[in-house]
């Protein structure tokens, strides 16, 4: 009599569905750095590529061929952002389980209708949210649990680059799901909701600022906290592509000191390099940040120290889902989170068009 492999030591077979940049550089290399899962099959329109860098997985041309012959337990939805929902939802209904790369969908009600069905076929559904893994965001959760800069009464979380060129890219050009607001504000927005909870008012300036630009590639939110445990409170969120000028990542003002944060966590250009997770020193980010403390009643008393950084880890997302596959765990993104972070996306939206703050809550 054969013997049964236990669900908690089952491999999960992993079915990727798009191989460009998201599939191949955050996750394929990511989820297969964790034990027990298994990257059995892609489908791709580029099946040369995969076999060059995945030579053991399976390749199909579309969606419909994996899921009817993949023999995957879990498919990661890596595809242009309009097709976040379409894979899922088929997915789904084939009673896979499913991760969708950031943003989970174009809008909050196709946000909804996924994590309806995900909890009528009792699957597991996450959106890959990986910044909540970056290292500096863990040491600033942890600066905040500490209390060492008192109440905090001011956040700015930025994301600056230099890319003056527009490229000829899906996530650059006039099609649904593409610019800044929902690339990097996916990343932003979840960050703050995740330390602070949803703010009373939200108001989001955008703009196309390079030459050439069709899509917004400036975005500037303000988040007010009015009531509630942390008000009151303010949170600045900043992107753009062209800044030549590097500015803090973070900076944290409290009743009692400040933090900033300089440079982005290690693993996003380790990962464009070809590193993976698990090499030494994975996830280390050197450049610590300066905490300041008051140690008076006047801001000329005060002491400042570097505040070493949390190690970040991008593979802990996918073995938390792995975990909450086999029942011995929480799902690191539910689909009730993902669902919020959609509505505010689009409340950040109808905010930049009418040129206001509007009601979040």
Sequence with gaps: MPSVVPNHLHNLRVGLVGFGFAGQTFHAPVLTAVPGLTLAAVASSQPDKVRAAWPEAHVFPHVAALLDHGNVDLVVVATPNSEHHPVAHRALSAGRHVVVDKPFTLDAAQARELAQLAQHKSLVLSVYQNRRFDSDFH???ALLE?????RPVYLESRIDRFRPGVRERWREQAVPGAGLWLDLGAHLVDQALQLFGRPDTLQVDTAALRDGAQVEDYFHAVLRYETGPHAPLRVVLH?????AVGSARFVLHGTRGSYVKRG???QEAALRA????GAPGWGVDIE???LTVVQGAGADETSSRPFPNAAGDYARYYAEVR???RGAGPNPVPPQQAVELMEMLDLGR???AEGRALAAR
């Design 288 to 290: 610590a940040g300066e």
């Design 323 to 325: 975990d909450a596959i």
């Design 146 to 150: 500490a209390g060492d800069i008192g």
């Design 274 to 277: 070809g590193g993976r997770p």
């Design 264 to 266: 982005e966590d290690p």
């Design 350 to 352: 109808q905010s930049a």
């Design 139 to 141: 040491t600033l959760r």
């Design 239 to 243: 992107a753009t592509s062209l800044a």
